[in-house]
């Protein structure tokens, strides 16, 4: 049950909770073909709380809650806030709260989403603490296999980029212990996994470490792609060695095997070729698509009545 709870990690989730989520959001998905207008957030405020940028996770979540029937209030950028002033995200959230009844919020610092939750009496939402996690978006990568794939365990899945940083592949990684699934982890030697977080799935996860896609990517089922993490490196000269270092185009597609697909949380820089968007391979844009009804059943599922 995750009535009037917060989610801070993907770790907070059970089994049925998932699979609970993602027999929600079919019905979600239903509902938005059929432009029937929902009401099941009433007089309900989903507020958004943002200090780093987003177009995706802040813009989904106000959709959903307006397709509930709720409504919405957004600090997009704490430029513009009190939090310019020196406030405390403490204080923020204990303001924030009383003007709403579910609270999602993005900061750059790792362990923020839990401190909020500490300080709020409403559930609150990690839409991404620095490197640390993106559950919301992990859910919405599963969503995206199953309904892609038809389902998730059995599957050979690639994952390619900035890994140090990345929140999102720390995410899914967490979540991919649930299954029965091979990982083959491919990134330039700087950008591996974290020690601390390796150490964490090494014996929940069939795991592979590469630096080469080349030996994978025809035996990969789901090859999912991240950008490096400009905002997340500290010395820019590394950032500046390593653009460009990966990067899909129609040749490493064509190599792919049938029914495989591509995913990208995004926003995408250059690490997938924009001529791979108009293959049968790419899914990253109806990834992002699955973002409304995953995000519309999580919210009525903790803030629903
Ligand atoms: N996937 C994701 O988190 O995108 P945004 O940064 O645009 O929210």
Redesign the pocket.
């Given at each position: 049950m995750l009535k009037n709870k917060s989610l801070v990690s993907i770790s907070d989730l059970s089994d049925d909770d998932l699979n609970n989520v993602f027999l929600e959001a079919d019905k979600m998905l239903d509902y938005i073909n059929s432009s029937k207008k929902l009401d099941i957030m009433g007089s309900k405020i989903l507020a958004t709380l943002f200090y780093?940028?987003?177009?995706?996770?802040?813009?989904?979540f106000e959709s959903a809650m307006q397709r509930l029937g709720g409504s919405t209030i957004s600090m997009a950028d704490s430029k513009t806030s009190s939090v310019s002033k020196g406030e405390t995200l403490a204080d923020t959230i204990r303001i924030i709260e009383s003007y709403s009844d579910i609270i999602v919020i993005?900061h750059p610092l790792e362990g923020a989403a839990f401190l909020a939750s500490k300080f709020s009496s409403k559930p609150v939402i990690n839409?991404?603490d620095g490197s640390g996690e993106?559950p919301t978006?992990t859910l919405?990568d599963l969503y995206t296999i199953k309904k892609e794939l038809g389902e998730i365990n059995n599957k050979k899945i690639t994952i390619m980029g900035d890994l140090k940083y990345g929140r999102?592949v720390h995410s899914l990684l967490m979540a991919l212990t649930r299954y029965n699934v091979d990982v083959t982890l491919v990134s330039p030697e700087n950008l591996r996994l974290s020690d601390y977080v390796y150490n964490e799935l090494k014996n929940k996860l069939n795991i592979t470490i590469s630096d080469s896609l080349e030996k994978y990517i025809n035996d990969t089922d789901v090859l999912y792609v991240t950008r490096l993490q400009k905002e997340r490196f500290t010395d820019k000269n590394e950032y500046s060695k390593l653009i460009g270092s990966y990067r899909i185009t129609a040749k490493e597609t064509e190599k792919m095997k049938n029914n495989s697909i591509i995913m990208h949380?995004?926003?995408r820089v250059d690490e997938i070729s924009p001529e791979v968007d108009s293959t049968d391979k790419a899914k990253y844009f109806k990834q992002?698509s699955y973002?409304i009804p995953v995000r519309m059943a999580l919210i009525s599922m903790i803030a629903g009545d």
């Open positions: 780093e940028p987003s177009t995706r996770t802040r813009l989904s993005r839409a991404g993106h978006q919405v999102t949380p995004l926003p992002a973002g």
